[in-house]
């Protein structure tokens, strides 16, 4: 089975500090997004990368970056955390439409409160 | 663009009861299709997908889905609700673009009674 391995499953941090959410996929998946989820929202889209060192803005990127410098690992950054980034945050892979179509791959996500 | 519409954001069902969550999308291309679920405190896992071929798709857990192209739905059902059905589920919508981006519905919270 594919794995979406998130680095952390709690995270508590102040506001203004830089913060770091990793994910890593262990099935040579070229696409990679990260979403957040809050409740009545469902899940919204920040950023995506359908490559190594490509990256695309989702529906609510700002606030936010990403990086990806291997294939495997995705990194979502909070340049300044603030308190209305506490949310669930779910990154999963997936991979080339047309060519390996099972859906996605979830990671269980990290749950990030900023105080 | 692509939207996904879901009808309810919760739903209550006796168990034993027949389980319908509704699902509706908007796609100028054929799309895929997808239900996830999500348990407490959980990820999403994927319960069924349509790609292309037969419509109607079986999941896990006797979940089942029907792709109808003229009413642009995707509807999941269970012919008898369990205990432990009770999860948000999630209709999703995927381009057929390189990205191949998700776009979710906002969820349905499905309860289901003693």
């Known amino acids: 089975d594919v794995k979406v391995t998130q680095s952390s499953r709690y995270l508590v941090k102040r506001t203004g500090e830089k913060v770091f959410l990793e994910c890593v996929q262990d099935?040579?998946?070229?696409?990679m997004f990260w979403y957040r989820q809050d409740p009545g929202l469902g899940l919204r889209l920040i950023y995506f990368?359908?490559?190594?060192?490509?990256?695309e803005k989702g529906d609510i990127p700002e606030g936010y970056s990403v990086s990806r410098e291997k294939k495997e690992r995705f990194s979502l950054i909070l340049e300044s955390a603030s308190t209305n980034q506490t949310s669930m945050y779910l990154c999963?892979?997936?991979?080339?439409?047309?060519?390996?179509?099972?859906?996605?791959?979830f990671g269980s996500g990290t749950r990030l409160t900023v105080v | 663009a692509q939207s996904v519409t879901q009808l309810g954001s919760h739903v209550s069902v006796s168990e034993g009861a027949l389980v319908l969550l509704r699902c509706n999308y908007s796609s100028s291309v054929p799309p895929y299709l997808f239900w996830y679920v999500q348990y407490p405190n959980q990820g999403l896992q994927l319960l069924l997908k349509?790609?292309?071929?037969?419509?109607l798709v079986k999941g896990i857990n006797g979940f089942e889905a029907e792709f109808k192209k003229s009413e642009t739905s995707f509807h999941l059902t269970k012919p008898s609700a369990h205990m432990s059905d009770a999860a948000e589920y999630f209709c999703a919508v995927r381009g057929r673009d390189q990205g191949g981006k998700l776009i979710f519905g906002q969820g349905t919270e499905l309860s289901v009674k003693p």
């Open positions: 999963a892979s997936g991979g080339k439409p047309l060519v390996r179509e099972h859906g996605y791959t």
């Open positions: 990368s359908y490559d190594v060192k490509m990256k």
């Open positions: 349509y790609t292309t071929g037969a419509t």
């Open positions: 099935m040579d998946h070229e696409n």
